[in-house]
């Protein structure tokens, strides 16, 4: 019996801390975060036995980056979180980069039927210091039971390297056409693509580099997925690629090609697309084994402009709402979708509804944590919405003509880099009317989805007291409809 009582005492005292612990300046609430220190890419996303596996770059001696490790998280529904230890530590080889993760269904590797097999680049930073090239490399690792404890496979590397200087960020998926393990791997300015019969040995196949391709700068986080064209009978292949230093409106970003894949060559069918548009979305991939081949991905929300600098001290970094990606064909271009992950609406609640807005339109109300939505019946492409405080700070969103425009200038705390307000963002809207416009904001960042999903744009702020004041505005005749303010939830609460 009383061990009983001490148990339930240390329990509730553990719950204490970390309900204090999530309570921080700026902390999300129903975003991912680490408990404390540093984080950045998404890692080894992959389901099992009803389980989403979040793992992630994490070092948990300093709030900036360091050797890095994989953290590890585990959900059942994409939005509630529970933290695990860390899975992978680095070792002799080196520091533990990115990678990705996939169930052995049968047995190729021989670690066992549905191991959980992590796929990862070692990072040997005595080799980088010594000023040689060659400091990368792949390696694997094996848990059977659910990616609570891990093994690394005795031979590692299975994949040395060969003398580039960026050899990294494996996704691994098993592929039907040629019936073996395909890997694509960041290379530098380009990408490769490699074959395995059983995670082991590995075999280059092909490169992908486009034609007249612009100046992103370095290649990371790289993904092809196979996705089916809404409404049609056609299937595509799409390869996410991220770029470290030179997305459009600075800094890392993330962008992707549409074309076809023989099981072996990838070839763009046009060129590039920028998945979102934001300076703080990057390192997307998606999580692999998901039922029915659901493609859900999950990005860092962060820039390495700025990353280590953001005025946060407990934990750094964020990330993305988990959002599933789908294809659609809108004039002689595919468009990649993206819709927050269904079970988001379960921790909505209703603030305020109107069906009819007249413009402009103002409404008090707490925008810490929120989600807005409205339809524009009459699309003019002539809008403005701020977010506000009683001491002046706004983040701004004006959609203007054949552009979206975000200005951080006033948001709030901007000092900490030049960089992260110097400028206003843009995104171009290709043409396109804007119909519907969701916001998704969470104590520091709003996530912009425009028709649908079919743009997006992702922001950090910090503002120095909560924005309590949402205006929307027009120089225009504009019909606002179905405008929705819904309260958003802690994931962290009530853990």
């Known amino acids: ?133 060659n400091t990368e490399s792949q390696g694997i690792a094996y848990s059977l039971d659910e990616g609570k404890t891990w093994t690394k496979f005795e031979g590692n590397p299975v994949l040395n390297n060969s003398g580039e200087q960026d050899f990294r960020d494996p996704k691994v998926f098993w592929n039907d056409l040629i019936h073996e393990w395909t890997m694509v791997l960041a290379v530098h300015d380009h990408l490769q693509i490699y074959s395995s019969p059983n995670l082991k040995n590995w075999k280059l196949e092909s490169s992908f580099k486009p034609e007249n391709d612009i100046d992103v700068g370095t290649w990371e986080c790289p993904d092809l997925i196979k996705l089916k064209v809404e409404n049609s009978k056609e299937e595509k292949w799409v390869l996410i690629q991220n770029h470290d230093r030179k997305a459009p409106n600075g800094g890392s970003g993330t962008r992707y090609f549409v074309g076809d894949f023989d099981g072996k060559v990838f070839k763009n069918s046009q060129p590039s697309i920028w998945m979102d548009s934001g300076m703080d979305f990057y390192a997307g991939v998606t999580f692999g084994n998901v039922p029915n081949e659901k493609k859900l991905m999950i990005s860092w929300m962060s820039n390495w402009f700025y990353a280590q600098k953001v005025p946060t001290e407990v934990w750094r970094s964020a990330m993305t709402l ?20 269904e079970n988001f609406n379960k921790i909505l609640t209703p603030l305020f509804s109107a069906k009819n807005v007249n413009l402009p339109f103002e409404k008090k109300v707490d925008l810490s944590q929120v989600e807005i939505r409205f339809d524009v019946k009459n699309p003019q492409n002539n809008f403005k919405i701020e977010f506000s405080n009683a001491k002046n700070e706004v983040f701004e969103i004006e959609i203007k003509g054949n552009q979206l425009t975000t200005n951080r200038s006033k948001s709030g705390l901007i000092d900490f880099d030049k960089t992260f307000a110097e400028k206003p963002q843009t995104l171009d809207l290709r043409n396109q009317k804007i119909i519907n416009v969701q916001l998704i904001l969470d104590q520091s960042s709003v996530e912009i989805l425009l028709n649908n999903g079919e743009f997006s744009f992702t922001n950090l702020y910090f503002p120095t007291e909560n924005y309590s004041i949402f205006k929307l505005n027009s120089n225009q005749k504009i019909n606002i409809k179905n405008l929705k303010i819904n309260k958003t939830n802690s994931i962290w609460k009530n853990k």
């Open 322 to 341: 988990p959002r599933e990606l789908s294809l659609k064909k809108v004039g002689n271009q595919y468009i990649l979708k993206q819709k927050i992950a």
């Open 1 to 133: 019996m009383k061990l009983k009582i001490i148990c339930l005492i240390l329990f509730l005292f553990i719950g204490k801390i970390f309900s204090q612990l999530y309570q921080e300046k700026f902390r999300p609430q129903f975003h991912f975060t680490p408990p404390k220190m540093w984080m950045n890419d998404p890692n080894g996303l992959v389901f099992l036995n009803g389980k989403y596996h979040l793992f992630y770059q994490y070092f948990p001696d300093a709030n900036i980056w360091g050797p890095m490790h994989w953290g590890h998280a585990e959900s059942t529904d994409l939005i509630h979180w529970k933290h695990l230890p860390i899975a992978l530590y680095p070792d002799k080889l080196g520091w533990i980069f990115s990678g990705s993760a996939v169930i052995d269904k049968e047995n190729t590797a021989g670690f066992g039927k549905n191991a959980m097999v992590a796929i990862f680049t070692y990072h040997n930073d005595e080799i980088w210091k010594a000023g040689n090239k």
